[in-house]
C-alpha cells in the first residue's frame, strides 16, 4: 500500500523535494499532493531581483511545470492555502474548504518578508497592506513593478542594506535608473562585515552610481504620489528620500503559524531534527526557510550552537534530498531501514558573495576581531588550541580590503572586498578548513599583475565548487560542455549549477569560454 506525502508550499525548496520523488511517484510507492498559495507554480525567488531588471524572463526561473507533474502523477493545488492541521485525524484543511489526508506531512512553508513598523504601512505579518509604490521584492507581481520603474527612469529607494538590498540597488542602477540604499548602520552587511570593509564597500556602492544614506532610521512613509503612491520615506531626524517606488529589504521571518497552530514546537522556525523530523511527531517534516534544525538532546554540540533556519537556498536544496531518499525508504522497507540512514549532515557556515559590475565582495564566517583586539583573540585558546591571528590589508583608494582571521593557520573568517582572485582562492580555503600559506601576502598578490591571466591552482582545481547552491563543482561543468552544453542555461539544466542565487553564471561562463578557446587554439 503506498503512502500519502502531502507537501505544504511550493517554493523552490519544495520543488526539488517533489523532484526527487517523481520515481517513487511513478512506481505507486507514494502519493503526492503539492499545496502552493502562489497562483505559479514554483519559481527561483533570488532571482526575481533580475527579472524586475530585465535581465532575466518568468520562463528561465521556473522550477516546475505543474502540467508536467500532473501527467508525471503528482496532484498540485495552486492558488490554496492550507487552513489548519488536524494531527489526530493526520488531515489538512484547505482553504477551499476540503480536507485531504496524509500519512507524511512536509511544511515548506518557507519564509514571508519583514514588513518594518512605520507609519502608512500595515505590519500586519498574516496581511500587510502596503500602498501602491511599495513592493516587498518577493514575488512575480512585484518583479512587474520594478520593471516599470527601471523602464521609466524612475528613482527607486532600497529600505535595508542586506545582500539582497544592495544587489536589487546595484542592479538597478547598471540599468539606467536611480537607486538609493537606505540602512540603519555606519555601514552596509553590518551584522556580516567589519569596519574596514564597510567603509570600502560604501564608497564602491558610490562608485557604482548607488546612493547610501547611512545611519538613517526611517520612520513613516508619505504616499503624496499619483492614486495615493509611495512618495518619499521619512526619516527620524526630519529629513526625507523622495523617490516614487520603495523596496522593502528588512529581512524575512520564517513561516511557522501552521506549526504554531496545531501545537508543534516551535523557536526561529520549525523546530526539527537531524532527521527533519517535528519534535514530538514522526508523521510530521519540515525542510527550507521555515525549518530549524535543533534536536532535542542537550549533549548535541552542533544544536547547541545553532542558529536557526540559513535563509540560502542551498541548505534547503540538500534537506529536500535527504528527506526524499528517507520518505521513499520508509515507504519501501519501513521504520527501522529509514532510521539507519546516516542522518542530515550538519551544514557547514554560509559564503555570502556580492558580484556586480565594479563590486566583488566575500564574506565568511566570523570577522568581526581586529588584530588588537587581545581579549577576543585569547577567547577560546587552550593549551591545545591557539588564539586567533587576524592579517588585515586595506587600499581604500582602490576600494581594496582584505582580512583573515585564522586559528592555528586555518581560517575562522574571512571578508574581502574589490579583490576578486583573492576572495576566491580564500573561499575555497574556507570551505576546506585548509591552512594558509604562512605568508598571508602570497594570497594578495592573486590580485597583481602577475596573475591577471591565471589565477591560483585552486581556481584551477576540478574539484573546487563553483555552484555553492546546488554544490556543482568544477569537474561536472566541464564534462557538461564536453557533453555539448554552450550556454548558461543548458550548463544549469543538465547539472543545476546557477539555479540558485545566480552568483556563479560568470564562473559557469568562463569555463565554457575556456573550453571554446581550447578548442579553438
Known amino acids: 500500500m503506498s503512502e500519502r506525502i502531502v507537501v505544504v508550499g511550493f517554493g523552490p525548496v519544495a520543488a526539488r523535494l517533489v523532484e526527487e520523488l517523481l520515481p517513487a511517484v511513478g512506481t505507486g510507492l507514494v502519493q503526492l499532493l503539492v499545496v502552493g498559495q502562489e497562483a505559479e507554480a514554483a519559481y527561483n525567488r533570488v532571482m526575481v531581483a533580475e527579472l524586475g531588471v530585465g535581465r532575466t524572463t518568468p520562463e528561465a526561473l521556473a522550477m516546475a511545470d505543474a502540467a508536467g507533474l500532473e501527467d508525471a502523477g503528482v496532484q498540485v493545488r495552486l492558488g490554496t492555502t492550507v487552513r489548519r492541521i488536524d494531527r489526530a485525524r493526520q488531515n489538512v484543511v484547505l482553504s477551499d474548504g476540503s480536507t485531504e489526508h496524509y500519512d507524511r506531512l512536509v511544511l515548506a512553508t518557507g519564509s514571508r518578508p519583514v514588513i518594518p513598523n512605520l507609519t502608512g504601512l500595515n505590519p500586519d505579518p498574516s496581511g500587510p497592506v502596503l500602498p501602491p509604490g511599495v513592493i516587498t521584492l518577493r514575488n512575480l507581481q512585484d518583479a512587474a513593478v520594478l520593471r516599470s520603474a527601471v523602464t521609466g527612469s524612475k528613482r527607486v529607494v532600497i529600505l535595508g542594506g542586506g545582500v539582497l538590498g544592495l544587489e536589487t540597488a546595484l542592479a538597478v542602477s547598471e540599468e539606467g535608473a536611480q537607486a538609493t540604499v537606505v540602512h540603519n548602520g555606519p555601514f552596509p552587511l553590518g551584522r556580516s562585515i567589519d569596519r574596514g570593509s564597510g567603509s570600502v564597500l560604501t564608497t564602491s556602492l558610490r562608485s557604482c552610481g548607488v546612493r547610501v544614506a547611512g545611519n538613517a532610521r526611517s520612520t513613516g512613509v508619505e504616499t503624496a504620489g499619483p492614486e495615493g503612491s509611495f512618495s518619499a520615506l521619512l526619516l527620524e531626524d526630519g529629513s526625507a528620500i523622495d523617490g516614487e517606488l520603495l523596496v522593502l529589504s528588512c529581512g524575512v521571518r520564517p513561516r511557522i503559524e501552521l506549526a504554531e497552530g496545531c501545537g508543534l514546537p516551535v523557536g526561529v ?253
Request: some cysteine; glycine content about 10%.
Open 269 to 521: 522556525g520549525i523546530l526539527v531534527d537531524h532527521r527533519l523530523r517535528t519534535h514530538h511527531e514522526p508523521h510530521m517534516f519540515a525542510i527550507g526557510d521555515c525549518a530549524e534544525v535543533r534536536c532535542a538532546s542537550a549533549a548535541c554540540s552542533a544544536c547547541r550552537t545553532a542558529t536557526g533556519p540559513s535563509g540560502l537556498v542551498g541548505p534547503g536544496w540538500r534537506q529536500a534530498e535527504w528527506l526524499a531518499e528517507y520518505l521513499v525508504v520508509l515507504a519501501r522497507d519501513g521504520q527501522e531501514a529509514a532510521d539507519a540512514l546516516e542522518p542530515l549532515a550538519v551544514e557547514k557556515p554560509g559564503v555570502i558573495v556580492l558580484k556586480a559590475r565594479g563590486i566583488n565582495l566575500a564574506v565568511a564566517g566570523d570577522n568581526l576581531a581586529d588584530p588588537w583586539d587581545e581579549e577576543v583573540l585569547e577567547a577560546g585558546a587552550t593549551a591545545v588550541r591557539p588564539r586567533r591571528q587576524v592579517s588585515q590589508w586595506a587600499d581604500p583608494e582602490h576600494g581594496r580590503y582584505v582580512k583573515m582571521t585564522t586559528r592555528g593557520g586555518v581560517l575562522e573568517g574571512l571578508v574581502a572586498v574589490g579583490m576578486p582572485r583573492t576572495a576566491a582562492e580564500l573561499v575555497v580555503l574556507f570551505e576546506r578548513s585548509a591552512e594558509l600559506p604562512a605568508d598571508r601576502s602570497l594570497l594578495l598578490r592573486l590580485d597583481g599583475p602577475d596573475h591577471l591571466d591565471g589565477g591560483s591552482a585552486n581556481n584551477n582545481d576540478p574539484r573546487r565548487t563553483v555552484c555553492r547552491c546546488a554544490g556543482v563543482d568544477a569537474a561536472s561543468i566541464e564534462e557538461s560542455v564536453l557533453d555539448g552544453c554552450s550556454s548558461v542555461a543548458e550548463v544549469s539544466k543538465a547539472t543545476r549549477a546557477g539555479t540558485g542565487c545566480g552568483g556563479c553564471h560568470e564562473d559557469i561562463k568562463g569555463l565554457i569560454e575556456k573550453h571554446f578557446q581550447t578548442a579553438v587554439a
